[in-house]
């Protein structure tokens, strides 16, 4: 059985960092990415990693370029999320997510962890 588990959330203040951790159990995938949800929005891509062979490629959402960082541990099955220069827009319940192909939409959804960055 898949889960995908997040953790690392909280209470930050403007301009702080925090990380977040997922990690995955039952197997590995070709990609992963971070999504977050503030209260009232939709749902929203922040950042993706996959690999083909042994390069990792990243991408992200224009509005955390620059500050966010995500980035995975394969011996431990856990990904990461580097959140630094963090801002009240930040502000959101994010999750982790899996998909079993490089394209595409993800299949597997954590429960979310909250980030809250006070002004």
């Known amino acids: 059985q898949v889960q995908l588990v997040e953790s690392g959330g909280g209470l930050v203040q403007a301009g702080g960092s925090l990380r977040l951790s997922c990690a995955a159990s039952g197997r590995t995938f070709s990609r992963y990415g971070w999504f977050r949800q503030a209260p009232g929005k939709e749902r929203e891509f922040v950042a993706g990693?996959?690999?083909?062979?042994?390069?990792?490629?990243?991408d992200y959402a224009d509005s955390v370029k620059g500050r966010f960082t995500i980035s995975r541990d394969n011996a431990k099955n856990i990904m990461y999320l580097q959140m630094n220069i963090l801002k009240p827009e930040d502000t959101a319940v994010y999750y982790c997510a899996a998909a079993e192909l490089l394209s595409g939409g993800y299949d597997y959804w954590g429960q979310g962890t909250q980030v809250t960055v006070s002004a």
């Open positions: 990693i996959w690999s083909r062979g042994s390069t990792y490629y990243a």
